[in-house]
């Protein structure tokens, strides 16, 4: 499976701010991840827009998580491509017995499946571990 460029950056986004608590800006992110700042205006105009994001603007605006605990891969899928988890029903071939059953035996079962699965993969559950804090005496 082959994801677009906004699939990606917006993930990465998205973990990215996962990790902060305060406002965080574009330009901010972008060096942090090393990604151009004119491009992710439009992934953060996709995530605002599906209110995965909030923003406030002035000195120390930014953007951040609205509710990372109900946040879900396929939330941040759907904001960032809806065409990635769209479903249409095979109707190309002739034979119509053969489209129903290529849709009801593969492609309507797999894409359900799919949608279930990044349903259930939660953006809190799959940030990376951090390591238990060193004390030095």
Same mark, same amino acid.
């Given at each position: 499976?082959?994801?677009?460029?906004?699939?990606?950056?917006?993930?990465?986004?998205?973990?990215?701010?996962?990790?902060?608590?305060?406002?965080?800006?574009?330009?901010?992110?972008?060096?942090?991840?090393?990604?151009?700042?004119? %491009?992710?205006?439009?992934?953060?105009?996709?995530?605002?827009?599906?209110?995965?994001?909030?923003?406030?603007?002035?000195?120390?605006?930014?953007?951040?998580?609205?509710?990372?605990?109900?946040?879900?891969? %396929?939330?941040?899928?759907?904001?960032? /491509?809806? /065409?990635?988890?769209?479903?249409?029903?095979?109707?190309?071939?002739?034979?119509?017995?053969?489209?129903?059953?290529?849709? /009801?035996?593969?492609?309507?079962?797999?894409?359900?499946?799919?949608?279930?699965?990044?349903?259930?993969?939660?953006?809190?559950?799959?940030?990376?571990?951090? /390591?238990?804090?060193?004390?030095?005496?």
């Amino acid at each position: 499976m082959i994801f677009n460029t906004k699939v990606r950056y917006g993930l990465a986004v998205v973990f990215t701010l996962a990790n902060k608590t305060a406002y965080v800006s574009i330009q901010s992110i972008a060096s942090e991840l090393g990604l151009s700042k004119t %491009y992710l205006e439009q992934v953060f105009t996709l995530l605002k827009n599906n209110q995965i994001v909030e923003s406030i603007k002035g000195p120390q605006g930014g953007y951040r998580l609205l509710n990372l605990n109900d946040l879900d891969v %396929y939330t941040v899928f759907k904001a960032l /491509d809806p /065409d990635l988890i769209a479903y249409e029903e095979e109707s190309a071939f002739i034979d119509k017995h053969l489209s129903k059953h290529l849709n /009801d035996a593969i492609y309507h079962p797999l894409h359900e499946t799919m949608i279930i699965h990044l349903k259930q993969l939660q953006i809190k559950d799959l940030l990376p571990k951090q /390591d238990d804090p060193m004390y030095f005496i």
